[in-house]
């Protein structure tokens, strides 16, 4: 008997889900809002940047003191250049992890901190500090003939394209070719599965992986194809599935998460990434990135930051933090994990 993949949830579910909501407000400051120079301004990246808006807003609602440093982010999408707060040098809008760091690297720039959804690489400046705020996790979204599990090499032989035909991997698997779809090159969702399944070094793709697709949005046409596997954020599915985050083009559309090694990505009772999934290679840090010059200061600027970000700041304390990590499928780190600091 042919095998049928079983999905982590259907595509009905994931229509009435999505249906009729719409998409999250934009990562930037409210119109007609100037950050002044004292507030804390941050850029994210796509992955990061709804939850860092969301994070801001509430942070910003908690405060007493109207004098006290706001915090506002700026997203990744929208007009550019960009005055980050008042008094600030006008820069192009960072659209990456990276762009960011640079943003928050140059002077004027107005930016005092960066977030990331990767570790922190060679390249990037050793007077930086990447503070660890959440957990997110990384598996393969697919369409309906897609295997419900795939393994590590499997995921390797077919983004090396060793692998064509799903029978290849099971005789009982459809007799269908395989689709593998990758996002664009600036994705940081692409680049952590494609070292991921490298086991460290990251995976070349072959002819066959089609290429340039927006990151974590199964509204493309081309993933609607029944063969189609995509590497997909486990907690952005979840925003737009399980807490209904999702709208427009902002859906996982016919895609559905698949399990890796055996490991379900996804805690549906939970709506969260599953603890057993967290412990894989599939797991990684989200750090929001200050100068350690700012992170060791004392004066007022010092202050607000680790207020914010720092071990006993508003993130790793707040049960309002907690919760909206938990509402974008994200898990909050722990203890002296939430906090911590890492260099490149």
């Not at 990767?118 to 660890?132: H, I, L, N």
């Not at 060791?296 to 993130?315: L, S, V």
Request: with cysteine.
């Amino acid at each position: 008997m042919r095998r049928t993949p079983a999905p982590l949830f259907t595509a009905a579910v994931v229509a009435a889900l999505a249906a009729g909501v719409g998409a999250p407000a934009a990562a930037d400051p409210a119109p007609g809002v100037i950050p002044g120079a004292q507030d804390i301004v941050c850029t994210a990246p796509q992955g990061a940047s709804d939850v860092l808006n969301q994070l801001s807003g509430d942070y910003n609602a908690s405060l007493t003191d109207p004098g006290a440093p706001r915090w506002y982010v700026w997203g990744p999408q929208g007009p550019s250049p960009i005055t980050a707060k008042a008094g600030a040098n006008p820069i192009t809008r960072p659209s990456n992890t990276t762009g960011g760091l640079r943003a928050l690297d140059l002077p004027g720039s107005g930016v005092d901190c960066a977030g990331a959804a990767r570790d922190p690489q060679s390249g990037d400046q050793v007077s930086d500090d990447f503070v660890a705020f959440a957990k997110e996790a990384v598996a393969v979204a697919g369409g309906s003939r897609v295997p419900a599990n795939l393994t590590t090499q499997n995921l390797r032989d077919l983004y090396t394209c060793n692998v064509t035909n799903w029978q290849q991997i099971d005789p009982a698997y459809s007799d269908s070719t395989a689709k593998p779809f990758l996002p664009a090159y600036d994705s940081n969702v692409r680049a952590f599965f494609l070292k991921t399944i490298g086991g460290g070094s990251p995976v070349i793709p072959g002819s066959c992986v089609i290429q340039g697709t927006q990151e974590n949005q199964g509204s493309d046409p081309a993933l609607s194809d029944p063969d189609a596997i995509v590497p997909y954020s486990v907690s952005h599915y979840i925003w737009q599935v399980l807490y209904g985050r999702g709208g427009g083009s902002d859906v996982p559309g016919p895609l559905t998460l698949r399990s890796i090694d055996g490991v379900a990505p996804v805690d549906t009772a939970n709506r969260r990434i599953g603890d057993a999934f967290a412990g894989t290679v599939y797991s990684h840090i989200l750090y929001n990135v200050v100068r350690d010059a700012d992170w060791t200061a004392t004066d007022a600027h010092g202050q607000a930051i680790q207020g914010i970000f720092g071990p006993t700041g508003w993130i790793c304390t707040s049960p309002t933090a907690a919760g909206d990590l938990q509402s974008f499928g994200l898990l909050p780190l722990q203890g002296f994990d939430c906090g911590a600091v890492i260099h490149s």
